[in-house]
């Protein structure tokens, strides 16, 4: 999720949003991430403004629920296929139906499939491209989580979005572990797993991200330049 918060109303609210996820997007690019999964609070201005948002990515941006209500299929890609070594793991993106996705009468845009029958679908296609490993990207609630993790045999792991608590120890449900690491980028969620038998092993672990982590020179550069096209824009207002 990019937007902690909703972006405060104002003459320059959008171009504000702008920026701020230009930044986002350079510094998930710069750090490689392999796929993201949106929340409610990104979709503020629209499914339009995601899908412009998403251009700017170097990875997918992953969705599976979210329908195109006019071709039937999924606005962004349902789930994506990394190769590790030795190790296929299939990453899936769900939402949840609870939270409206952009303002009032954007509907039109979008229409929001059951998130446990998406994954009912897609999890035996991602068995089928021998995937040995199942995560989900789930932008839910705590509750729909556990539901989704035991209505849904093969999924190994659900990497948490939109809960701003974290837990030192992963929730189990079923054969499933859930892992929840925040929504304010305090903690990195960090899992180590192997296959040894033909069985999945794991070990979580929650890192804080102290000040004992020196900042990126990248990054601090483009969060200084942020900062100063801020600063300008506030100026400009009326």
Known sequence: ?????????????????EL???????TYNLMGYDAFTPGELDFFFGVDYVVQMSKQANFPFLAANLIDPKSGNPIFQPYVIKEMPGIKVGLLGLLS???PLGPPGGKE????????????????????KKCQVI???AHMDDDEK??????????????SGHN???????????????????ARGENLGKVDFLIEEKKLLSHYQLVG??????????????????????????????
């Not at 845009?109 to 089928?128: F, M, R």
């Not at 556990?146 to 990497?159: Q, R, S, W, Y």
């Open 209 to 238: 991200l102290t000040s004992k982590y020196a900042d990126h020179p990248q990054v601090q550069e483009m969060l200084n330049q942020y900062k100063t096209a801020l600063q300008q824009l506030l100026r400009a207002s009326p």
């Open 20 to 26: 701020r996820t230009d930044l986002y997007m350079k």
């Open 135 to 137: 995560a989900v990207l």
């Open 164 to 182: 701003p608590n974290y837990y030192l120890q992963p929730i189990q449900a079923n054969d499933s572990q859930i892992f929840v690491a925040g």
């Open 109 to 128: 845009k979008y229409s929001l499939a059951d998130p446990i029958e998406t994954a009912q679908q897609i999890v035996p296609q991602l068995k089928e």
């Open 1 to 17: 999720m990019l937007f902690s918060r909703p972006p405060l109303q104002g003459p320059h609210t959008k171009k504000m949003a």
């Open 97 to 99: 139906r609870r939270y």
């Open 146 to 159: 556990g539901l989704l993790a035991k209505a849904v045999p093969g999924i190994h792991f659900v990497l």
